[in-house]
């Protein structure tokens, strides 16, 4: 049991690496993925709601956030296999609700799909099934390379118009803010290796029609990333799934609409 605030974290070892943790509340456990480039900050307004009802248990997954070590090759099964590697650190035995935003989306699908009997529920917000494209694979080599070369900024700080919608950026500013910081913190390296390991995802398309669990599919309404038809369609290829459509939000509903998010969720 861990009370709030969820801002301290515990570093959470696995083998011989340190995974940065944020842990709050008690209840049904519920670990949360953030999307990319960003990191467990990414829940920090939807867990104050959530954390007398849920265990929230959010990693900083390799290289992000608060990783100490530069990451090395990752890819989205890696990261699959830190979540449990975590559960097992912290002995977390009955099956947990999952929630995935985007990146942590994809993340969410492998442990579906490799570790289904530890999930009791699955959420899958802002994300997609489908894996790139040629031309997006190219893009996302693209954009390590210049990570690399040309430097964080000019990579990250395009994209902020599409993670949040002209609602948010008017009138949340502490969320703009908070946005900006935590993808500028992210490592170049990090931004590399989590393009490459993103362009050779799987595709989950065909083989989630097979996952039996509970599955809740969440959408920001003006989101031109993941638009609202894309988890639409993921909700309809699953056989036991619920669709939501979240309005004045875009990329990033858990910190645009915390208080839609959570009653969903809860
Ligand atoms: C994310 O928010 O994690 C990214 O949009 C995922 C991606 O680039 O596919």
């Known amino acids: ?28 456990p519920l670990m949360l993925l953030h999307g990319y480039p960003l990191n467990s900050r990414l ?36 990261l699959a296999d830190d979540c449990i590697k975590i559960l097992d650190a912290l002995q977390i035995r009955q099956s947990i609700a999952l929630c995935g935003l985007s990146m942590g989306g994809y993340v969410a699908m492998e442990v579906a799909q490799r570790y289904p009997e530890r999930l009791a529920r699955l959420i899958l917000t802002n994300t997609r099934a489908n894996a790139d494209d040629l031309a997006g694979m190219a893009t996302r080599r693209s954009a390590a390379a210049r990570a690399l070369t040309e430097g964080v900024p000019k990579v990250v700080l395009p994209m902020l118009s599409k993670l949040l919608c002209q609602h948010t950026i008017a009138n949340q500013l502490e969320v703009v803010e908070l946005v900006r910081s935590m993808m500028l913190e992210t490592r170049a390296s990090t931004i590399a290796w989590a393009q490459l390991g993103m362009a050779s995802r799987a595709d989950f398309q065909y083989k989630m029609r097979d996952w039996t669990m509970p599955v809740v599919c969440i959408a920001g309404a003006e989101d031109p990333i993941t638009p609202p038809e894309v988890l639409e369609q993921i909700s309809g ?30």
């Open 1 to 28: 049991m861990h009370g709030y605030p969820f801002k301290d974290i515990i570093q959470v070892e696995v083998g011989d690496r340190k995974i940065p943790v944020r842990i709050a509340g008690r209840g049904e």
């Open 237 to 266: 290829a699953l056989p036991n799934a619920q669709f939501h459509s979240v309005e004045n939000s875009s990329h990033l509903t858990p910190l645009e609409c915390p208080q839609e998010f959570a009653k969903i969720i809860s």
């Open 43 to 78: 829940w920090d307004r939807v867990v104050p709601l959530l954390y007398t009802q849920f265990l929230c248990i959010a990693p900083d997954l390799r290289g992000f956030g608060c990783s100490a070590e530069e990451p090395k090759s990752f890819s989205m099964s890696n």
